[in-house]
């Protein structure tokens, strides 16, 4: 009996681990777009400086933060670990390239599906069976999201609409394929992403043409908050499931336009603070009761 109890408390306090480790997270990665405004340099020279710096701070923490050092973590890690950048790369990639041929509405709303196609795949490679509350919680975020979008939502472009859709596909197969490859290092998967965005977006990016500020907010941004960000979302699949991640992840779109308003005085139309409204109040219930179980 004891030991019953002290398993249902152990099992309590790591899901409340994961809720607030995907919270900051979702802080962190919400702060991406601040710096890209800051940056004044297209979408595929941000791709390009996110994963360069990215290269670059994972290997050192990994040396710095891991006590088995970078080849071993990376060694230990496998094949998973290069499975899991090139995911990233995917999502990263489809993201840029869906905003240059659609809208920014369209690329968001495919976006929010997210969560869904997570609970789809833990169950189909992982036998997880996700929770009545979660997908009601899902369904709840789709629609605030639709309505965060609907005065710019347009019938889009199939081949920008199409890339999204492959975008959100690589992030919730990386987010369950992670939740199963417990063993891999988060930071080395976020290196390696960063490694495989940095080359992509070489081709189409010009370095030469930056300017000394551009370098030194992407760095801030590309050594710090974004990598950053990612990890900790990653390391949340450790204590929850892939579609409880994805899910609280959302709070991102609440997020960012807080920030445009804090830093660029942008007052977000009154859609936005609608749909936000219920995107806010849905995961933040959702969380409280997940603290609960």
Known sequence: MTTTIMNVMSQKSARTTGVFITLLGALLMSLDPIFIRFSGVSGFDTAFLFGLFTAISMPMCIQLLDKRGLVTAVRESGWQVLLS???????AAGLVLSITYTS???????????????????????????KRSTWIAIASVMVGIAIVVSGSFKSGNLLGDG???????????NQTQLRKYQHVSRMASVGFGGLFLALAMLFVAS??????STWLVMGVMGLFTAPFGRVLSQVATRYITAPEVGMILMIETVLAPVWAYAFFDEVPPVASMIGGSIILVTI???????TKE
């Open 104 to 130: 920014i509405a369209n690329t968001f709303v495919i976006l929010s599906a997210a969560p869904a196609l997570a609970a789809v795949f833990s169950r189909i490679f992982l036998g997880e069976v996700t």
């Open 207 to 212: 370095p030469s043409e930056y300017s000394v």
């Open 163 to 173: 890339l999204a859709l492959f975008a959100v596909v690589c992030l919730a197969l």
């Open 85 to 91: 950048g090139l995911l990233m790369l995917g999502s």
């Open 284 to 290: 933040f219930i959702y969380a409280f009761s997940m």
